[in-house]
């Protein structure tokens, strides 16, 4: 785990509602939440943003055009 960190401004009535929602249970903090849930978006986009190789864009292109899609 890193343990240089950065300051990130949100608006208080989103922290009141993290702060509500990790409810203090042991070692659960407003800035481990918003970590984690940073984290967790950053997968989604980075997995969402997979690229076709070279090779594997041209078996598309092979299998649509002998399916008849693509000339």
Do not use: H, Q
Request: proline share 3%; hydrophobic share 35%.
């Amino acid at each position: 785990m890193e343990k240089e960190t950065k300051t990130v401004s949100i608006p208080a009535s989103l922290y009141k509602r993290i702060e509500e929602a990790v409810g203090g249970g042991a070692g659960a903090s407003v800035s481990d939440f918003v970590a984690e849930a940073v984290r967790e978006a950053l997968k989604k986009k980075d997995a969402s943003g997979e690229v076709f190789s070279p090779e594997d864009e041209e078996k598309v292109k092979e299998r649509l055009k002998a399916l008849g899609y693509i000339d």
